[in-house]
């Protein structure tokens, strides 16, 4: 919107009224602020999510294993001492629970995509080691960088379809980046939208434009509201939900109460092995 325009929409008119397109046009506005900061908090809380499902199976997978092959010998031992029918049928269940046959999903998980197969399918055909991330939430300075990106170059502040591509193209290197955890690389793209083609000024809107836009953004907060809620009720989100400020220290408290499961499955299984 020029200079000249855009003082002329928020004029008030002769009878000393504001147009209704101007109070429309900052109902729009605050509306794409508000999606903004629903989108980042959506897309923050998921890389959480994620990385603690990463974490709690690359950390504790092994122990869960350890309570699952120990809970497969005390019921043998104990199938073993009393011959009972009903005993082996336990000791049967337990051991085939130990190393199940995984489904196909469960064969490819995470090894193909939409853009085909992942990074770290790739890196293991490879040979290249698979880098984990390091913990569940990203550094501070990580998330400070992305949700400023975020905030200046988000599509839906575009205002027009060639401006929107080169965002929705630039934003998606941001995800990913913040989703690795990278700093330097953030810092790159910071410079790089820096250096960038200036945004232009919003073009005059008319009311039924600006209603327009106002019916996507509610739509846009809807879908995003319904991912919030599935990544909120899913089995790692609502542990999330339980330690909000340090996830990293809730999966050592998992893990701590998971060895404590372990040496008393060890114990008892020595119990049962002594004559």
Do not use: C, F, T
């Given at each position: 919107m020029s200079e000249q325009s855009e003082q002329t929409a928020h004029q008030p008119s002769a009878s000393g009224d504001e147009r209704p397109e101007a109070r429309l046009e900052r109902a729009v506005r605050a509306a794409e602020q508000a999606l903004i900061e629903f989108e980042i908090a959506v897309e923050t809380f998921r890389v959480e999510v994620e990385n603690f499902s990463r974490l709690h199976h690359q950390k504790l997978g092994p122990m869960y294993s350890r309570l699952d092959e120990l809970d497969a010998l005390i019921a043998e031992a104990k199938a073993a001492r009393s011959?009972?029918?009903?005993?082996?049928?336990?000791?049967r269940e337990a051991r085939s629970l130990v190393m199940p046959m995984p489904g196909v999903d469960e064969l490819f998980h995470d090894w193909l995509g939409s853009d085909g197969i992942s990074d770290d399918a790739a890196a293991m055909l490879t040979d290249r080691p698979v880098r984990p991330p390091e913990r569940v939430r990203p550094s501070e300075e990580v998330r400070r960088l992305y949700r400023e990106l975020v905030r200046r170059a988000h599509p839906d502040l575009a205002q027009d379809e060639a401006e929107r591509t080169r965002r929705d193209a630039f934003?998606?290197?941001?995800?990913?980046?913040?989703?690795?955890?990278?700093?330097?690389?953030?810092?790159?793209?910071?410079?790089?939208?820096?250096?960038?083609?200036?945004?232009?000024?919003?073009?005059?809107?008319?009311?039924?434009?600006?209603?327009?836009?106002?019916?996507?953004l509610s739509q846009r907060k809807e879908l995003l509201s319904m991912v919030a809620k599935e990544l909120e009720d899913s089995a790692i989100g609502a542990m999330l939900r339980m330690a909000p400020d340090d996830p990293d220290r809730l999966l050592e408290e998992i893990a701590e109460q998971l060895l404590a499961e372990v040496s008393e499955r060890e114990a008892e299984l020595a119990a049962l092995a002594t004559p």
């Open positions: 011959g009972d029918a009903e005993d082996l049928r336990r000791a934003i998606a290197r941001v995800n990913a980046a913040y989703g690795r955890g990278e700093e330097q690389l953030l810092r790159e793209l910071a410079e790089e939208w820096d250096a960038g083609p200036v945004p232009q000024a919003a073009a005059p809107s008319e009311s039924e434009e600006l209603y327009a836009r106002l019916e996507w």
